[in-house]
């Protein structure tokens, strides 16, 4: 599943296409992804002017000038594809501007997802009302980690892939900044000392920005808007090194947890 900074970089790439653009078409080609698409998409958002996009967590939004703003989540293998030579039958979106560029919202598998809402509503949408804070914000910080982990008996790694813990966290990451920090993935949540959590969030911060610099991980199913892959994979520390040395020397270990697989050094985290 694409994560943060996949999403971030997919915003990043959709930005020089569609912000300050007039939209002449924007034409859902089924009725549903993993939920039903707004059967008004297509008369809200034609005609209407893109003025700006951002993400929240895993989400993508593109905010226009009626006051809507359409939010996609990339689901397991969603990506935009810019100006394609070719339509695919996995092409769910396609959306067209003044100025002749052409998107189109591809996703096999069809668990992303496709919302239109009021844009002064935005904090009111479903999921965005249960999200902890951004970890890349300034409002992420060890004592807001510490009092959201108090007391809590379950593993570190699956207590940071709770988003009403922090929002947007995903395997990979999480992986890779609880082995920068020298922290056991299966140690409880509210045992973890604040001294561990003051390395810790700056570690889930470097980690994302790091990857969002280098264009997202390359997953099976993901690219980016311009259709190249993200090459951060050849950065991780532990995520799929399984068998292989740790930076600090250990051999690093999978184990599974939440039905995710985990990968984790014991000599260097615990």
């Given at each position: 599943?694409?994560?943060?900074?996949?999403?971030?970089?997919?915003?990043?790439?959709?930005?020089?296409?569609?912000?300050?653009?007039?939209?002449?078409?924007?034409?859902?080609?089924?009725a549903d992804l993993r939920r039903p698409i707004?059967?008004?998409?297509?008369?809200?958002?034609?005609?209407?002017?893109?003025?700006?996009?951002?993400?929240?967590?895993?989400?993508?939004?593109?905010?226009?000038d009626r006051g809507d703003s359409l939010i996609?989540?990339?689901?397991?293998?969603?990506?935009?594809?810019?100006?394609?030579?070719?339509?695919?039958?996995?092409?769910?979106?396609?959306?067209?501007?003044?100025?002749g560029q052409r998107l189109v919202l591809n996703d096999p598998r069809r668990f992303g997802s496709l919302d239109l809402v009021p844009t002064e509503a935005i904090a009111e949408f479903g999921p965005f009302t249960r999200m902890g804070p951004e970890p890349l914000s300034d409002d992420f910080t060890p004592s807001v980690l510490a009092?959201?982990?108090k007391d809590r008996a379950a593993p570190i790694k699956l207590m940071l892939l709770d988003q009403k813990i922090v929002a947007g966290l995903g395997n990979?990451?999480?992986?890779?900044?609880?082995?920068m920090a020298?922290?056991?993935?299966?140690?409880p949540g509210g045992k973890v000392s604040v001294a561990a959590l003051a390395r810790l969030v700056p570690?889930?911060?470097?980690?994302?920005?790091?990857?969002?610099?280098?264009?997202?991980s390359t997953l099976r199913d993901y690219a980016r808007p311009d259709g190249e892959l993200g090459y951060f994979f050849k950065q991780w520390?532990?995520?799929?090194?399984?068998?292989?040395?740790?930076?600090?020397?250990?051999?690093?270990?999978?184990?599974?947890?939440?039905?995710?697989?985990?990968?984790?050094?014991p000599t260097c985290q615990k």
């Open positions: 599943m694409p994560e943060l900074p996949e999403v971030e970089t997919t915003i990043r790439g959709l930005r020089p296409c569609l912000e300050g653009e007039v939209l002449t078409l924007v034409e859902p080609r089924r707004p059967v008004d998409l297509r008369q809200r958002m034609t005609g209407a002017r893109v003025i700006g996009l951002s993400r929240r967590a895993k989400y993508g939004l593109i905010h226009t996609f989540h990339l689901g397991m293998s969603g990506r935009w594809r810019i100006a394609p030579e070719e339509p695919d039958k996995h092409d769910h979106l396609i959306i067209e501007t003044v100025s009092r959201a982990l990979i990451y999480v992986c890779e900044a609880l082995n020298g922290i056991s993935p299966t140690r570690m889930i911060k470097q980690v994302l920005a790091a990857a969002i610099e280098a264009g997202g520390r532990v995520y799929g090194q399984e068998g292989e040395r740790c930076p600090c020397g250990g051999e690093v270990l999978r184990r599974v947890d939440g039905g995710r697989s985990t990968f984790y050094c």
